[in-house]
């Protein structure tokens, strides 16, 4: 079962900041997850929320911003352990980071009614202009129509489904989804990821991997149950891990 550093090692360190993702490099991760956006002068970026208001306490849309005004925010500002100034990465920055010791990488793209318009095509030329990128990389997006166009542009970029508010009974019609779109892996909250959900999944063909998985019970319980992959804050849920120096 891999186990996903979610936002880097955002349980020690501010989410998406390069100092989280130094951190679960230096925890031993080698499967990452990170969200992507596009700035209002084009450049993929790395946050979650598609504000800054959580993470800065500034309630100002990446998509109205200039890079340059972006990277003035310090997104650490809400971070109870550790408020030093960080900005908004830049997708290459955090790759400089994880790339070399990564074996799996998950770019979600956060993409809602095309606020990023071109997002997909500037990603896909990002992945392939570094050596065996593409091969190593998952997108998903919670956007159905940003997965859309990731297979339009590409037919072997490999996609995984992400499906807001997803139940047992909405399930079926998800899946119907993911097929129809080619993807080969299927996101699922931990809220509903119980066995027979896991199974219904796999039996439709894809992987799964369970987002977000902070306790050490659940991770046992997923990986018992044969669960791909967890998305977790922390990296070291089922090692060791001491922090040196
Ligand atoms: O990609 C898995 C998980 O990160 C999806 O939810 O809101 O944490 O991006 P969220
Ligand atoms: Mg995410």
């Known amino acids: 079962m891999r186990i996903i ?3 880097g ?3 020690y360190a501010p989410e998406n900041t390069l100092k989280s993702f130094a951190l679960a490099v230096e925890m031993g991760s080698h499967d990452f997850e990170f969200d992507v956006h596009q700035t209002k002068d084009g450049i993929l970026v790395v946050h979650h929320d598609f504000d800054l208001k959580r993470t800065a306490g500034h ?3 990446i998509a109205d911003l200039t890079y340059a005004e972006l990277k003035k925010y310090n997104v650490a500002a809400t971070f109870r352990r550790d408020k030093g100034f960080q900005y908004v990465p830049r997708l290459e920055e ?4 994880i790339e070399k010791p990564s074996h799996w990488l998950n770019f979600e793209v956060k993409n809602d009614h095309n606020v990023y318009p071109g997002i997909e095509e500037k990603l896909l030329a990002f992945l392939r202009s570094k050596r065996g990128l593409f091969e190593k990389t998952v997108v998903s997006s919670f956007d159905h ?3 859309k166009r990731f297979r339009e ?3 072997e970029i490999k996609l995984a489904y992400l499906g807001h508010n997803l139940s047992t009974v909405l399930l079926l019609p998800a899946l119907k989804k993911a097929k129809a779109v080619g993807a080969v892996n299927f996101h699922l909250a931990l809220r509903i990821a119980f066995k027979f959900n896991l199974l219904k999944i796999k039996k439709a063909g894809f992987r799964v991997c369970v987002y977000t998985v902070n306790e050490k019970k659940d991770a046992l319980r997923l990986k018992e149950i044969g669960v791909d992959g967890i998305f977790t804050n922390h990296p070291d849920i089922l ?3 001491t922090l040196k120096g």
């Open 153 to 155: 542009l590409s037919p």
């Open 5 to 7: 550093s979610h936002r």
């Open 94 to 97: 955090v790759m400089d980071i």
């Open 9 to 11: 090692a955002s349980a």
């Open 59 to 61: 309630a100002v849309r």
């Open 145 to 147: 129509g940003t997965l």
């Open 239 to 241: 090692g060791k891990w």
